[in-house]
């Protein structure tokens, strides 16, 4: 999938998001409208302002330069990151127009501020194993990770990722031991990726966007786990007419090409 | 525990060069105007500074392979750099706790120390609530408490008020009197050097222009510098009997030299008159007054003609001639009065 | 402190002159100026208001009920403990290096002090992954570390605090070396003459003499440390108990229960401002 971008362009802007919270030795309330938000400029009449979840950041790139080059004059402009930040984000009043999530728990959080209505999912996101390529821990399933001796790294309970291999893990009816939770899919990769860990459960999409660097493995329990990936214009769209067709674009054949091949299956 | 010394330091816009020799329980004063290079020749005595050239030798040790604090020396610095931190037992302590002396002891021997210098009850203070001489004595205390075989003090009184200086220079030539090592002190202030010195060393432009008793270089001063410092008049010119000639100008003396020759005398010796005094000294001449300032007691006369001199006259005098800056007058000085020494 | 001029060692009494001096400077007296005092405040507001929203989104009531859950104590003592262990190491590496910058002539000084500062500049996670690349299991030094030794860092709460004194020595090494460089050297030689050593001069007068800086960087070093959250997440990860701090947990509850996040920021800042009023009320009555 050489159309992504590499993995550090997507790793570090998500990085340096976080990073802010670091600086003040403590969180920062979610009160905070993202002061990189581009939807800081206001919605001009030719400019859409699209929220969306970290792992939609190649494709939604892409087909934002689509949209662009079919409505000349019109720009688009991606906030990426957590769901469940760009989420507080558009309940603390932040200006966007679409908001696609990773979890349909984040985007209940907007639907039950009433700032947006009939979501639809538009792709589904299923667990690998992923391990480093030459699988030091030689892992071919899911049980494999419960060896005390296999260092497994997790997504957090908090973050949709985690949610899932809890499910996927309780559906198995296995117990793993994770030597860290990370704070979202990409830090989870970035440690297979370095080899600090033998194995993490993460997206195939995020298998495939890392382009070889690590190896996907399947594993039947992740059909119980299946992540839905929420999509919906904003009642309060500065955008008007341009956010529904944002998303129209999204949930067309078009926009189904270029998701299934990043690894997503559609719904 | 003497020391013998060749001193040279080379800087870029300055060169210190001097043969420097102690001998026990002598104390010699560096004196010299400001960068003459008298704290460098301390500094580099103590290790602070590097030699560029020469060798220091105590004893017939050599001390100048050695680092600061491996000489056996003891160092009183012009603002006596206590430790802020540490009451004046412990700045005193700080020496022998370095030699190895436990710490009992140390400040046994620290406390005995202050006693000498006075302080006994002051040995809690820390030096931010010690007057200025007291913090002086707590610096020599200090010095003296490593048993140094040779004793440098920088400017020891220039930090002190007129009145304290009085005292502490009196007490500290006292305890020089009772050290058996070399000590060199450093100071641009002619009285320190006459009452605290057995010798003085001129410096100058970093080499040596005078040494001597510090009666001999008052009676006999070989620079301007010097003879302002010891406030005489001082001329060098040809010598030939009893007539020194400085430049066209005739200046008779009482002792009989050849070739050349310094002739000084002290301001005091010149008499001055409105108009051409009657009888004939035998230095007479006709001079200027370029300014008239408060001296002491009495009134100093600037005076140029053939030869710029000092002259030094009571308040009446001043009066009765109807002194003005500016003004023309005779002055004349005895010959007997006057004092030729070989240049 | 200033002994730099003769004044300041003379007798406050009699030297009239320096005591004039130092009374005129004092009595500059009048009405403030607002040149100075609007921007304070509004400063001091900027700073504070943030502070003000925590407390007043703070969800009162069930605020013991949330302190009393285990995992935020966990958190909290890991925070603290962590935070403590990296300062203490920030000190016995920082104030050395401080020194040999402030105090030795080498080349490439400049370059050096620059290097230092690198980790103020980098952005935390960045300084993570860099720590990893070095330290990681597979890192340059980490793979020796393990194959020698045994050691991995990653995911332990040694690595904590490893990614926290990596990101918080810099405030101390900056403020030490200051406190350095504008103490009198004099001192050090006069200690010099007096036969110390060094090693002991260091100890027993430049040390003393530079503590209030000394502390100040400490002090900036501990909070720096208590709040980092990009390294650490990124080289020890995040798991409770060993290496979730607050700053993580703080992160995690963010994802779901904002409320939640509110409660431990303000744990966060309660203890650190107590502990660090206390601290400095300490150094300015000793001082």
Known sequence: MSRRLPRWAIALPVALALAGLSGCGSGEPAATPDAGSSSAAGGGAGEVTVFAAASLTGTFTELGKTFEAAHPGTTVR????????????????????????????????????????????????????????????????????????????????????????????????????P????????????????????????????????????????????????????????????????????????????????????????? | MSLDARLVVTRAAFTLDLDLHVAAGEVVALLGPNGAGKTTALRALAGLTGLSEGEIVLDGRPLHTLAAEQRPIGMVFQDYLLFPHLSALDNVAFGPRCQGVPKAEARRAAAALLERVGLADRAAARPRELSGGQAQRVALARALAVRPELLLLDEPLAALDAHTRLEIRSQLRRHLADFDGATVLVTHDPLDAMVLADRLIVIEGGTIVQQGTPAEVARRPRTDYVARLVGLNLYRGVADGALVKVGEWPLHTSENLEGPAFVAFPPAAVALYRSRPDGSPRNLWQARIGGIERHGDNVRVHLDGPVTAFADITPAAVADLDLTPGQRIWASVKATETHAYPA | MDFSTPEHAGPPGPSAGSGGRRAAGRGVAGRLPWMLVLPAVAGLVFLVLPLAGLLIRAPWPTLLERLAEPHVLEALRLSLACATVATACCLLLGVPLAWLLARVEFPGRRLVRALVTVPLVLPPVVGGVALLLVLGRRGLVGQWLESSFGVTLPFTTAGVIVAEAFVAMPFLVISVEGALRGADQRFEEAAATLGASRWTVFRRVTLPMVMPGVVAGAVLCWARALGEFGATITFAGNFPGTTRTMPLAVYLALETEPEAAIVLSLVLLAVSVIILASLRDRWVSAA
């Open chain 1, 78 to 177: 991606f906030n990426f990151g957590s769901s469940a930040t760009l989420a507080q984000q558009i309940v603390q009043g932040a200006p966007a127009d679409v908001f696609a999530a990773a979890s349909p728990a984040t985007m209940k959080t907007v639907t039950d501020a009433s700032l947006a209505a009939s979501p639809v999912t538009f792709v589904r996101n299923k667990l690998q194993i992923a391990v480093p390529k030459d699988n030091p821990a030689e892992v071919d399933e899911l049980k494999d990770l419960t060896d005390a001796k296999v260092k497994v790294a997790l997504c957090a309970e908090q973050v949709p990722c985690g949610a899932a291999a809890v499910k996927a893990l309780d559906a198995a009816g296995l117990k793993v031991t």
């Open chain 1, 179 to 267: 030597v860290t939770l990370e704070q979202d899919v990409k830090a989870t990769l970035t440690k297979v990726e370095l080899g600090e860990v033998d194995a993490a459960l993460v997206y195939r999409t995020d298998v495939i966007a890392s382009a070889g660097k690590v190896t996907g493995i399947e594993f039947p329990e992740a059909d119980q786990a299946i992540n839905d990936y929420p999509i919906a214009t904003l009642a309060k769209a500065p955008a008007g007419d341009l956010a529904g067709q944002f998303v129209d674009l999204v949930l067309s054949q078009q926009g189904k090409d270029v998701l299934t091949k990043a690894g997503f299956e559609a719904p």
